[in-house]
């Protein structure tokens, strides 16, 4: 009885769960960030930008639901590279996943600080920051249906502002419209080239929400809630970042919009409208912080499954009694996000979060490759089928590798940068941790669950 | 007093709060896993 009152406490998600975690995560890049895009390819050069990402984005998550809905455990991207890459792939995958949301989450943290600030010359940025990273620290640490029913709710609101916005602007009649696409949209200045260099902004729209893998131990009925919670998800964002694109080029001014900060809160402040530009301050804030809450939520999961296998120290798996999380991995977190908040250097935080991305993003189509090898349709049974496969995976290397290049015209030193850094990371797990691999235990659960792999 | 340093104030107040919650908490958990 006792334990199927703890199953009952830990599997409590449902597709709004997984809809408010992968949305969460990713509806800030709607608030800010996306607008750089402007900036390197015009007008024109960003919406394809979005779109071109967005397929990247349908082939991951066709991808990674497929996979995480046969998964033994937790992890997301970390499991499935141990299970059909082996140790080092899994401990690169794993830290790029740790790194790529515990940047993201102190670039959120940075946004709140800054918004607030805003607001009056006499506010500080930093007992914010620290604030909000606390407040979301404290909320994982209880348990994730509280924080993801909090995410929820606070996602919903930020959506819901940006509707708003949409509806403000009389868009559907063009009498009273305020949309003035033709004449303040520039095309596509920079020709092929720009577009090449703004498809790293594009990413913004969609990033983080593969994540929605790392609660499917977690869920009542993973087949479901994934699939359901995550591809709803997914149109969600791709709904809100046209709108957005559309809203904000037909109210600013294309060379404004390409260097503006809260380029959504620009566009209502455009309106003339008070309760418009009321509604998208708190949507900016709102945004930020549900961001954060997912970024602790799935950092915090990946970070104890390395330790659980024995790939970090183990002593951070441990979970927590009563609130039944991984809390160590939680509180160990929480450093390493503020003092990445603390260096208030945003750009570079993002940069790196999405060239780990990316990485993750090819390792991940290099393992549906190999999965669908290992485990050919009918041999195991699967929650969910990613049609036109061999395709998305095609894509996502093709569309992943053009992105990389264009982060390269603009952030290369950054780049060699990241490289080395996970090239001195892997000779250091090599060389001190592989020894002490529980290489038995490390496979068993899989093997325990599919059986030997046809290769 | 100034307003805007109160909200300064009350939001390192608010941290540190949250901190000792969680340092606690973390402690307590700790020393029943020893035990």
Partial sequence: MDKEK????????GPIHIWALGVGIVLVGEFMGWNFAVARGGSIGAILAIWTMAIMYISIVMMTT???SVMPEAGGQYTMAKYILGPLAAFNVGLMVVLEYAMLEAADAVVVGDIIKSLHPGLSAIPFIVLSLLFLTFMNYRGAYATLTLNFVITAVAFASVILLLFSTNFYDPARTLIKLK?????LPYGPL???????????FFLGIEGTAMAATECRSADRALPVGTIVGL????????VTWFVCSGLIEAGKLGSSVYPLYDAALATGKLYVAVALFVGTTLSCLASANGCINDASRAWSALSRDTI???VFAAEHPKFKTPYRSILFLLPISLAFAFTGLLDQIVTFSIFSALLVYIMTAVMMLRFRKMYPLGTIKRGYIAPLHPLP??????????????????YSFNMLSGVLFYALASCWFVKRRFKFLDQKGFLRAGVEKWGASKI | MDVWKLANYAAWLLSAVIAIYLLRDFIKTERSHRD
């Fill in chain 1, 235 to 242: 149109l969600t964002l791709l709904i809100g970042g046209t």
């Fill in chain 1, 194 to 204: 720009g577009v090449l260099a703004s498809m790293q902004f594009g990413i913004w």
């Fill in chain 1, 6 to 13: 703890e199953q009952l406490h830990t599997n409590q998600l």
């Fill in chain 1, 183 to 187: 004449s303040l949209t520039n095309g």
């Fill in chain 1, 393 to 410: 995976a095609v894509v996502t290397i093709v569309l992943a590798c053009v992105a990389l290049a264009g982060m390269f015209l603009t």
């Fill in chain 1, 66 to 68: 497929e996979m995480a």
């Fill in chain 1, 312 to 314: 970090m120290p183990n």
